[in-house]
T-cell receptor, first 109, second 117 residues
Framework: QKEVEQNSGPLSVPEGAIASLNCTYS??????FFWYRQYSGKSPELIMS????GDKEDGRFTAQLNKASQYVSLLIRDSQPSDSATYLC?????????FGTGTSLTVIP | GAVVSQHPSWVICKSGTSVKIECRSL??????MFWYRQFPKQSLMLMAT?????????EQGVEKDKFLINHASLTLSTLTVTSAHPEDSSFYIC?????????????FGPGTRLTVL
């Protein structure tokens, strides 16, 4: 079983819609959770981190964490074509970082 | 946030030569840095974990004699691809771990695109 699992997609949403990206993790001792965005041909860029159960909002982005279900998600409101990228979920477990394989998102104008 | 730089951003070399890639944390000290490789349309693949002042830890299947890693200071790690061959052509990305109040966070450099002719 992989430490971090993501649906590889591709996920397509129309411009202005909400994009929902999901991630599950296997280790209940995991302490912190991250979302990175990677544009094609570029390196990953940190967009959100979350440590406590519940929601954390930053602009159009909302990260949601449910430790009981071992589930973390990223919502992108009012999706824009510039949001088209691969989104990587990462988990810090005992100071080890584990990355998912990423979900490809396409926002259709 | 935090800034991590890589140099060079791209390099083209002949088969059999060695190439050195530098990774620097510009505004924080990083005890630990990571080196990744990514082929087109594939996921990040962790190659090794670089710890300041000690030997790097390589992932299974990564040749330590081919990919030499040196983490000589708290702000600099280097990756040397020795005797490079066309199959080593890839996008090499480093990241640095920043110790923050609540948790440690990884910040990525912009990557180095290596083409071996």
């Amino acid at each position: 079983q992989k430490e971090v699992e993501q649906n590889s997609g591709p996920l397509s949403v129309p411009e202005g819609a909400i994009a929902s990206l999901n991630c599950t993790y296997s280790d209940r001792g995991s302490q912190s959770f991250f979302w990175y965005r990677q544009y094609s041909g570029k390196s990953p860029e940190l967009i959100m981190s979350i440590y406590s159960n519940g929601d954390k909002e930053d602009g159009r982005f909302t990260a949601q964490l449910n430790k009981a279900s071992q589930y973390v998600s990223l919502l992108i409101r009012d999706s824009q074509p510039s949001d088209s990228a691969t989104y990587l979920c990462a988990v810090n477990t005992g100071n080890q970082f584990y990355f998912g394989t990423g979900t490809s998102l396409t926002v259709i104008p | 946030g935090a800034v991590v730089s890589q140099h060079p951003s791209w390099v083209i070399c002949k088969s059999g030569t060695s190439v050195k890639i530098e990774c620097r944390s510009l505004d924080f000290q990083a005890t630990t840095m990571f080196w990744y490789r990514q082929f087109p349309k594939q996921s990040l693949m962790l190659m090794a974990t670089s710890n300041e002042g000690s030997k790097a830890t390589y992932e299974q299947g990564v040749e330590k004699d081919k990919f030499l890693i040196n983490h000589a200071s708290l702000t600099l790690s280097t990756l040397t691809v020795t005797s490079a061959h066309p199959e080593d052509s890839s996008f090499y990305i480093c990241s640095a771990r920043k110790e923050e109040w609540v948790t440690d966070t990884q910040y990525f450099g912009p990557g180095t695109r290596l083409t071996v002719l």
